[in-house]
């Protein structure tokens, strides 16, 4: 009988080998590369899943899940790590009790994210163990290898993804799933989860027993694996580099590291002294290239030609082991950019050409209008992390005092899901501490920027049961803020009067902006049209960057036409046409 | 074997990832290695998308670096362009003529370039115009020009033509089957006219 085979995801491949592993629940905060992996885990019904407000509740969620005793999952994108950090930290001294693993999907290269941090360094400060696999077949199969390590060496376990093995699909040979033995059921163990003092002290010197117990298995694990072969460069590699390095150097010697902490330093120091020259390839901080450097190694190369910033890729890795680079063309050169922009129809348009308009300082935050900072709006001047756009304004509020000039008034922005991920604390300390600022929640009942999820606004769970809705109005109220008003988003002239309004307050205003999201709900209206001998071609209409607007040439004749296809009937580009050349669709 | 690497360059909303999961089914059907990777995130907000697909015996890197692509497959003129360099010398490029605006160029604040087939050819390489769109439209629906595009590059990869057909029936919605199977045979017979 032939196996089943199925090309899966990296992300795909951790929900199956989860399903497998007999994992009983999983809760995770949705960010790209990240995820994919609820999204799948939710298909199979032995496993019960949820997404939360944020990865800090995400891993709690986990951590008691564990102590009941289920074999659990917890998923984030890398920054969401440094979220869940407190509760990560004490659950290393905690331990658990069904096993645990905490994905950290990484994001070399920055593709959608706002920092290139390398977590395989939060698995060394927290002294837990870290696994990184390299293609799909790993993906799943690590699963069930590090909930087993979990388990024996009481611990949870960093399981390491990037980009490339998260979002690539490469073959996978399915198994079966198998139930975990253990009884879900809570036990009273004070000494072990309860961490005063007292406690955390009797638990402490346990943690660095299993490090070193951890350094041990480390050197006998199947998940460490030497492939001897040219003795003269040998390779230390982890992950996708894993690939890149075979593809590029076929005949080389390396040792792949798939428990990539602790690390393995006897296999290390014989692997280093079968080869003349030995590299370290490792994507991000030259992590295991200043451990090997402590143990006394003798390193021919690493950091100084491979970078700390970035992916690499096979050709590249040629190149610098062994200076072969392929001829390749140059590229076409000045060729227009085509950035993600707001969609047709979507709510944030208009906002964002009103807040253009009245030159405030946009103080912003993560999520699908962050596009509102990319040309032509570029209309946000500040965006550091989730939910720190209200309390980013508020110091700047305090730091100015009260000014009349507008670009010295500050609006922050923050859309739903950040503000349940961690906007309501920021909301909370700006009224307690009397600020004069405001704050615009922009509530499309989704998590867009990642592809839609559900949150505590939605209504519905991961699942699609229905839940209760977040009340954002009632919330902000019971905070103590008097100003809160709604606008709508489609119409300018409301939006910039109650703007104004709201920017002459002394009081803090909340502004919420209630509308659902149109890629996410598919809403969508009859298309707008030109008349073209209205329209003088004067472009107006463009700067509300629109894809379903383009400017067409006759002769010297030029005129706006919209797409009909693209357009969602949203109106935006009809209220900035001076010549009333737009008209609503039929 | 050598592997075959085929790029997949288009916008987002275009059908880029369909057309990679059918030229990844077929592959794995044929009993090869295979792999495939893009970059999500951003890609249903009009931005630009590349896929890769590499199959043969055995598959390595996911990716496919720049000068390593037999085949780069050009949803649209722009994104065709801006990826020639990924292709090999001696690899073959096989585009959709359609334009699309980057929301740039509809904002007016960056120009379309008028000379993009002409920069296509000048690279010197084998180079396939197919009418993505014409052919979608004769087929019953545009937006199965992607679909258009695999039948064009098929014809190139000596893989059978009823393996293309049960993946198409598999992979699409039942009641898209009929219409995006005569998307691809059009699409095939296109470059084999040409």
């Not at chain 1, 870290?130 to 611990?155: G, H, M, N, P, Y």
């Amino acid at each position: 009988m032939s196996e089943e085979r199925a090309i899966l995801s990296g992300n795909e491949a951790i929900a199956r080998g989860v399903w497998e592993a007999g994992v009983k629940l999983a809760a995770g905060y949705p960010g790209t590369p990240s995820t994919e992996i609820l999204e799948n885990v939710k298909n199979y019904s032995d496993i019960y899943s949820e997404w939360t407000p944020n990865e800090k509740v995400a891993l709690e969620v986990g951590i008691g899940s564990s102590i009941a005793g289920a074999r659990t999952l917890v998923t984030m994108k890398h920054v969401g790590i440094n979220v869940a950090a407190d509760p990560l930290f004490t659950f290393s001294y905690t331990g658990v009790n069904g096993g645990l693993i905490l994905v950290s999907a990484d994001d070399p290269s920055m593709h959608s994210s706002q920092n290139e941090q390398d977590n395989r360094n939060y698995a060394k400060f927290a002294k837990i163990p870290a696994i990184e696999a390299s293609d799909s077949q790993e993906c799943k199969d690590f699963v069930a290898i590090a909930l087993d390590i979990s388990e024996k060496f009481d611990t949870p376990v960093l399981y390491r993804t990037t980009t490339r093995t998260s979002h690539s699909k490469s073959i996978v040979t399915l198994g079966e799933r198998k139930e975990q033995p253990g009884e879900v059921k809570l036990e009273k163990n004070m000494p072990k989860y309860t961490m005063l003092p007292v406690s955390a002290k009797r638990r402490h010197p346990l943690v660095e027993e299993r490090i070193l117990k951890l350094k041990e298995f480390a050197e006998t694990t199947e998940l460490n694996r030497v492939e001897m072969g040219d003795t003269k460069v040998g390779i230390i590699t982890n992950g996708i580099s894993y690939q890149y390095v075979k593809e590029a150097l076929p005949n080389a010697s390396v040792l792949k590291l798939g428990l990539t902490y602790p690390l393995p330093e006897n296999k290390i120091k014989d692997f280093a002294g079968k080869v003349d020259e030995l590299f370290i390839i490792e994507e991000g901080d030259a992590f295991f290239e200043d451990q090997i450097t402590v143990m006394g190694v003798d390193i021919a190369h690493g950091k100084d030609l491979f970078p700390l910033e970035g992916e690499f890729s096979a050709a590249f890795i040629k190149a610098q082991v062994e200076g072969v680079t392929v001829a390749i063309k140059d590229a076409a050169a000045d060729l227009p950019g085509r950035p993600p922009a707001f969609c047709p129809g979507c709510s944030h348009r208009g906002i964002f050409t009103i807040l253009k308009k009245l030159k405030v300082f946009v103080s912003g935050d993560i999520g699908c209008y962050t596009l509102g900072a990319l040309p032509p709006i570029s209309a946000m001047h500040a965006c550091v992390c989730m939910g720190a756009s209200i309390s980013m304004g508020h110091g700047m509020a305090k730091a100015i005092g009260s000014s009349d000039e507008m670009d010295q008034k500050v609006v922050s922005v923050i859309g739903d899901s950040t503000f349940f991920h961690s906007g309501m604390t920021s909301l909370l300390n700006s009224i307690y501490n009397k600020s004069n600022s405001v704050a615009m929640i922009l509530d499309n009942r989704t998590t867009g920027m990642t592809g839609g999820q559900e949150n505590p606004g939605s209504g519905k769970t991961l699942g699609g049961e229905d839940a209760i809705a977040a009340d954002i109005p009632a919330l902000v109220k019971a905070f103590g803020i008097k100003n809160v008003i709604k606008i709508d988003p489609y119409d300018l002239k409301d939006i910039e009067d109650k703007m104004k309004i709201a920017l002459a307050s002394d009081e803090m205003t909340v502004v919420v902006v209630e509308a659902p999201c149109v890629l996410r709900y598919r809403i969508s209206h009859p298309a707008y049209t030109v008349d073209r001998d209205k329209c003088t071609g004067c472009k107006q209409c463009l700067k509300v960057s629109c894809n379903a607007l383009s400017l067409e040439e006759d002769g010297d004749d030029k005129f706006v036409v919209i797409d009909p296809n693209m357009c969602a009937g949203c109106g935006v580009c009809a209220q900035v046409c001076k010549f009333d050349a737009i008209g609503e669709g039929k | 074997m050598e592997n075959t690497n085929i790029l997949l360059a288009g916008v987002g909303g275009q059908g880029v990832l369909l057309a990679s999961q059918i030229f990844t089914s077929v592959a794995i059907e044929a009993d090869l290695d295979v792999k495939q990777s893009e970059v999500h995130g951003m890609s249903q907000r009009g931005g630009s998308v590349t896929s890769h697909v590499r199959f043969g015996e055995k598959v390595y890197s996911p990716t496919i670096d720049p000068g390593e692509a037999d085949f780069l497959i050009g949803f649209e003129r722009l994104e065709t362009l801006r990826n020639v360099h990924c292709l090999k010398a001696g690899g073959t490029i096989i585009y959709n003529s359609m334009r699309i605006n980057p929301s740039t160029v509809a904002a007016g604040v960056a120009e379309y370039p008028g000379d993009v087939p002409e920069q296509i050819l000048a690279f010197g390489e084998k180079t396939f115009l197919v009418d993505g769109l014409g052919l979608a439209e004769q087929a019953g629906n545009t937006r199965s020009s992607n679909v258009v595009m695999v039948g064009a590059v098929s014809s190139f990869l000596s893989l059978p033509e009823s393996l293309w057909e049960s993946k198409i029936k598999e992979i699409l919605p039942p009641k898209l089957v009929d219409l995006n199977l005569k998307a691809f045979h059009l699409g095939r017979a296109a470059v084999k006219n040409s």
